[in-house]
C-alpha cells in the first residue's frame, strides 16, 4: 500500500469525510511523527508500535572494490518496533 492507497483507504473508512480531508488527515499524522523523531523525541501508539531513533556510531568500514578503508560518521536513524496488537493482527 502506498500513500495514496492509504488516503483512499481512509476515506472509505470515515463515512462521509472528503477525500481532501483524508488525505490532510493522513498528512498531518505523518507530519507530526517525522517532527517528533526530528526533535529526537519518540511516538509510541499503544497496541501499534513506536517509532524511535536509533544511533549508529562511527566506524571503520571497508571499500569492496579496492579494499581500501574508509571511515563512516556516526548518523542517526529512524526504527520502528511492532507493538503486541499489531504483531497479533499479521499473525
Not at 560518521?73 to 504483531?87: C, D, T
Amino acid at each position: 500500500m502506498n500513500k495514496q492507497e492509504l488516503i483512499k483507504s481512509v476515506y472509505d473508512k470515515m463515512d462521509g469525510l472528503p477525500l481532501k480531508q483524508a488525505e490532510n488527515a493522513v498528512n498531518a499524522v505523518l507530519n507530526s511523527i517525522k517532527d517528533e523523531l526530528a526533535k529526537g523525541g519518540e511516538v509510541n501508539l499503544v497496541g501499534f508500535g513506536s517509532f524511535t531513533i536509533k544511533t549508529h556510531k562511527e566506524r571503520t568500514a571497508r571499500n569492496p572494490k579496492t579494499g581500501e578503508k574508509i571511515q563512516v560518521p556516526a548518523k542517526k536513524v529512524p526504527s520502528f518496533k511492532a507493538g503486541k496488537g499489531l504483531k497479533e493482527a499479521v499473525n
